[in-house]
């Protein structure tokens, strides 16, 4: 049985056609997709610039806000140690006799004698790193002797906190921070320096170890009784001389140091004494007391030393 109708088959012109009319119509769903990915991906890029951007700024602007502290009560970077109550010698010295006048001596009328010129203090500059052992190993081993000289007037002492062992507390910077909280001490409680200056000596952490927190360094300070302790713990736990203790520690490096005309931090602790640099065992403070005995008889000898004066001539009479 035969039909006229044929079957509707699409000749290969047609199908052609078809494949190239849906492969435009996916191409031009691709280039849109792309063209979506890459507006969100800008428009996201522009927002992490803004953040960027506004996160800078504002950290810039807080530190332009914030003015650069610097710690009170200081000379050269140092504190002036007067308040050594807590560690004074206790034993007294023995007053020279005096001999009971005789009646002779009693009706003499005296002879006026002059004024003894008091002797200049040696000044004493300490730059100690309160992580450094030898720090802690020299106040433990002379600050008897230095308090027994201080109250005899005849040393000042002076202590500088510097920070050379940054690096060496597990990335707390615990030197740094020492070196400003003693900073804070000297500012709010002078008179409490020293007892806070020896307390970090004398119960030092371990270089290589973390060192106190903040809080644990104000909860020090606190416990050796300075006077505005709210004021000592927000200065410390807030770090404002932080900044103070870096800058002053390079200038200490780059030198002159104090009372000295070219000298330069090269080790913690440095002690210099009338501008002399200390080289001498830092546990024995009979080889330190020979040292300053010997700048103390330099010391006289410069202030002993007096010009002669040149006899006028006298003019002879002509007979």
Request: glycine share 6%; hydrophobic share 40%; with cysteine.
């Amino acid at each position: 049985m035969s039909s006229d109708e044929t079957p509707n088959v699409p000749t290969p012109r047609n199908s052609r056609e078809a494949v190239r009319e849906k492969a435009q119509k996916v191409h031009a769903q691709q280039s849109r997709a792309r063209l979506m990915r890459r507006i969100i991906i800008g428009a996201v890029a522009i927002i992490a610039v803004g953040a960027v951007g506004t996160a800078v700024t504002l950290a810039v602007s807080a530190q332009v806000s914030k003015p650069q502290l610097t710690p009170t009560g200081m000379e050269s970077d140092g504190v002036i140690v007067n308040d050594i109550d807590a560690i004074a010698a206790s034993d007294e010295t023995l007053g020279t006799p005096v001999p009971e006048p005789t009646e002779a001596a009693a009706t003499a009328t005296p002879t006026p004698a002059p004024e003894p010129t008091a002797p200049e203090r040696v000044e004493i500059h300490v730059y100690v790193d309160y992580l450094a052992p030898d720090a802690g190993e020299f106040e433990r081993a002379n600050a008897r002797q230095l308090a027994s000289w201080i109250s005899e007037g005849a040393v000042t002492v002076s202590y500088h906190p510097v920070a050379l062992l940054t690096a060496s507390s597990n990335g707390t910077k615990y030197s740094l921070r020492a070196a400003a909280a003693a900073a804070c001490v000297a500012t709010h409680s002078p008179d409490k320096f020293y007892a806070f200056n020896r307390d970090l000596l004398s119960n030092q952490p371990k270089v290589g170890t973390d060192g106190f927190s903040d809080a644990q360094l104000a909860n020090a300070a606190a416990a050796v009784g300075v006077d505005d302790a709210k004021a000592v713990r927000s200065c410390i736990e807030d770090g404002d001389f932080v900044t103070w203790a870096k800058e002053a520690t390079t200038r200490a490096l780059d030198g002159p140091l104090a009372g000295s005309d070219d000298l330069v931090l090269s080790s913690a602790p440095m002690i210099v004494a009338n501008g002399e640099a200390y080289v001498g065992a830092l546990d024995d403070p009979a080889e330190f007391s020979n040292f300053m005995l010997t700048i103390d008889n330099d010391a006289s000898q410069q202030s002993n030393e007096t010009p002669t004066p040149t006899p006028t001539p006298t003019a002879t009479p002509t007979p």
